[in-house]
């Protein structure tokens, strides 16, 4: 068994600081944990389409749980949705340009990466749970 240990870290000012943040009072909070992977880790760097069927890149059929870790290397806005982004309904998260995710995937629905328009770049590492 290996072991992934992500670390979470927010920071922020108060908004009465000359470089003001968005709470009254100074934020600082850190959240590490340690996860168990059978060191089976899936990468890529993909182009996402508005073409959802042709993006897919959590596949319940071929994965199973799993830590996801996707980053946003274009320019504009993507999508993580379990069908079509067109329809709203589908979308399960928004991740703007230069923005990432880190997440627990259960392994049992698909997900799919798409753009609003043209293609854009995206990558991923999943790490299978043990």
């Known amino acids: 068994m290996a072991t992934i240990t992500p670390t979470l870290t927010l920071t922020s000012n108060a908004s009465s600081a000359t470089t003001p943040g968005p709470l009254s009072f100074a934020l600082s909070?850190?959240?590490t944990d340690s996860l168990t992977v059978n060191g089976v880790v899936t990468s890529n760097i993909v182009t996402c389409t508005a073409t959802h069927t042709a993006n897919k890149i959590l596949d319940a059929a071929v994965l199973g749980a799993s830590y996801v870790y996707i980053k946003n290397i274009s320019d504009t806005?993507?999508?993580l949705?379990?069908?079509?982004?067109?329809t709203a309904t589908n979308n399960a998260m928004t991740i703007a340009a230069g923005e990432f995710a880190f997440f627990p995937w259960a392994g049992t629905i698909d997900y799919y990466l798409e753009s609003a328009s043209g293609s854009k770049k995206a990558e991923y590492f999943i790490f299978a749970q043990s």
Do not use: N, P
């Open 29 to 31: 909070l850190s959240a």
């Open 77 to 79: 806005t993507i999508y």
């Open 81 to 86: 949705c379990i069908g079509d982004a067109g």
